[in-house]
């Protein structure tokens, strides 16, 4: 089974941890990202740039119209995620819970189950 697992960020929890709590959770998605790899479930991952550089595309009557990012009014938007394929919702949680963001209080990882790939089921 396929699963996003989505990781969120949150600039006022973000910015309120020290810069030793930060570089924790940065450098301890390495060791995740090798565990993942050697165990066979991770699919691939990405990191995102934050709201400021995004852009929101809607088609109205027919013409493309493009707003700047961010679209939402939420202090939180989506960072990153991994994609991993793995035997259950249960091992999911499991990883999701090896991601060293979702040790920071106030931020957590959204695991989210594939419905399709490359346009066919899961």
Not at 73 to 86: D, P, R, V
């Amino acid at each position: 089974m396929k699963f996003l697992l989505i990781m969120h960020m949150n600039p006022e929890i973000w910015d309120s941890l020290t810069e030793e709590e930060r570089k924790e959770v940065m450098n301890g998605h390495q060791p995740f990202i090798e565990a993942v790899q050697k165990s066979g479930e991770l699919v691939g991952h990405q990191v995102l740039e934050g709201p400021a550089t995004s852009a929101v595309v809607r088609v109205t009557d027919g013409v493309p119209v493009v707003s700047d990012g961010p679209y939402l009014e939420t202090k939180e938007y989506l960072a990153g995620f991994y994609m991993i394929n793995c035997e259950s919702r249960e091992r999911a949680f499991e990883l999701a819970a090896m991601i060293p963001d979702a040790s920071v209080p106030g931020i957590g990882i959204e695991v989210r189950p594939v419905m399709f790939s490359a346009g066919s089921p899961v």
